[in-house]
């Protein structure tokens, strides 16, 4: 009864994978799960990391649960990263997660136990997870347009007159930084005017910032996150320390919910915790230990500054040679996810 069931369509992401892996011919390239390599094609562990992992084994006496919010030094220290206001930390209910997917299906119950018909509005494209977590989760989720097909850029007129039709209550999600799959991200003068669209029409952003540091610099890329939080009273946001810590693996990020009052922080807290409990009860502490060891050592931060900033320019230096090597037509397949 239970497994006499039809093979169920492969997930875009992995089926690219796979398809990737059993490609023989050597000039491939894969473009679609983010996950950075260095010179040998491999993904290295970074040295702020094996540093910190060796204090935190060091300094461990205990493997005892950490509760349903997770790690709070990491919850502290990751919302000091992306959140430049101290008064709106304050009104920040933040729960560690298991990555950035655990963070985006965290927020999507949350808004569905609180609302069950509200609508998402995604970008169109997105983030190829973004509509089957939010679908799944039983929330209505529509696109908006966002490039202009001729100058290839975010179009922040296209993006409004899409939204034009959202109403009142509905939750935009926006891409925090350098990860909408069109490579375009807004510009600073367009993450305000779309706030400014976005509070006259009633509409509550959603942000998902999964690649923080790796775009143009941790200040610049939550800038627009930071544009909307001067603005807003509530705010949604999914962050990820999978591929700015290389901790893809230890599955570690952090949902946050900015509330309009600093008293209701604690029910929303107490409702995100009781969501966590009904599904994986307790979010694993290793990596959220070695994230906080180190935010909160100057000299560890330092380095993984530094080695962000190194891994930030081999990604653009990738993408023009990628650039470049398309226009000489130097690349015989292209794994592509879109
Ligand atoms: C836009 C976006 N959000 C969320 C995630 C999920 O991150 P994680 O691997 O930490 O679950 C990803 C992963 O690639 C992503 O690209």
């Not at 952090?254 to 009904?278: E, G, P």
Request: charged share 20%.
């Amino acid at each position: 009864m239970y497994t006499n069931i039809q093979a169920r369509k492969s997930d875009p992401i992995f089926a690219l994978n796979e398809m990737f892996r059993h490609d023989k011919r050597s000039k491939k390239i894969d473009l679609g799960v983010g996950v950075f390599k260095n010179d040998h094609d491999i993904t290295p562990l970074m040295k702020s990391v094996e540093l910190a992992e060796k204090q935190v084994i060091n300094n461990q006496n205990t493997k005892v649960y950490k509760g349903l919010n997770g790690n709070e030094e990491f919850n502290q220290a990751i919302s000091k990263l992306l959140i430049e206001s101290s008064s709106v930390r304050l009104r920040s209910a933040i729960i560690q997660t298991t990555g950035g997917s655990g963070a985006l299906r965290l927020i999507s119950d949350y808004i569905y136990s609180i609302n069950p018909s509200t609508t998402v509005w995604i970008s169109n494209p997105s983030y190829a997870n973004h509509y089957p977590i939010l679908n799944d989760a039983g929330l209505k989720v529509t696109h908006y347009n966002y490039i202009n097909a001729e100058t290839k850029m975010a179009d922040v007129n296209a993006i409004i007159s899409s939204l034009m039709l959202a109403k009142r209550g509905d939750i935009i999600l926006l891409h925090g930084c350098c990860h909408n799959p069109t490579g375009a991200d807004l510009s600073i003068k367009q993450w305000s005017i779309l706030s400014d669209f976005m509070i006259r029409k009633g509409l509550i952003p959603f942000i998902d910032i999964a690649y923080h540091g790796l775009g143009d610099g941790l200040e610049e890329d939550a800038a627009g996150l930071n544009i909307i939080l001067n603005q807003f009273d509530e705010v949604f946001i999914t962050t990820s320390c999978s591929k700015n810590f290389g901790l893809y693996a230890e599955r570690i990020g952090a949902a946050i919910i900015v509330c309009k009052h600093y008293y209701s922080v604690q029910y929303v807290r107490k409702h995100m915790a009781n969501l966590v409990l009904n599904s994986y009860a307790m979010p694993p502490n290793h990596g959220a230990q070695i994230v906080s060891q180190i935010l909160n050592d100057c000299s560890l931060k330092k380095l993984w500054e530094s080695e962000l900033y190194e891994m930030r320019n081999r990604i653009i230096e990738n993408r023009f040679l990628f650039y470049s090597s398309l226009k000489t037509q130097d690349i015989l397949m292209i794994y592509l996810l879109y």
